[in-house]
């Protein structure tokens, strides 16, 4: 299960990374209504390396906490749920940390970048199958 737990938690992490700066970008350009342009590109290959690079803490925390999650007999939809709370308490603690690290003083954009990473989050939890625990031998 320990291998299946990680494929899960390697999805959810992966549709996150890539649907996240595309919800954000999407949020500015509807913002802004600018042409499209190679600096949201830049600005979209950017947030993903960032993504990768701040987000491996909050994945194996994740990792570890799916493991445990998926292991008990809860039904599915309870595993489901109790794993999107746990996403978002690591994402809005990873940008949170990122904020402090840089010193970024607008705590609103912290919100704006976890508002784009969290649905994101929970596409990747509800769309990909829950690992079930092993049978137990006898």
Do not use: H
């Amino acid at each position: 299960m320990q291998a299946s737990t990680l494929a899960y938690s390697f999805k959810v992490w992966i549709m996150a990374i890539f649907i996240g700066p595309g919800l954000l970008g999407l949020g500015f350009w509807l913002r802004d209504r600018s042409p499209l342009d190679w600096s949201v590109f830049t600005f979209l290959g950017y947030s993903i390396m960032f993504g990768v690079v701040f987000s491996i803490p909050g994945f194996f925390l994740f990792w570890v906490g799916a493991f445990s999650i998926c292991g008990k007999s809860w039904p599915v939809i309870k595993k489901r749920l109790v794993m999107a709370v746990l996403a978002l308490v690591l994402s809005v603690l990873t940008f949170l940390l990122v904020a402090q690290v840089f010193g970024i003083p607008s705590w609103r954009l912290t919100w704006i970048c976890d508002a784009a990473y969290f649905p994101a989050l929970v596409a990747g939890i509800f769309l990909n199958p829950v690992p079930e625990p092993e049978p137990e031998p006898f």
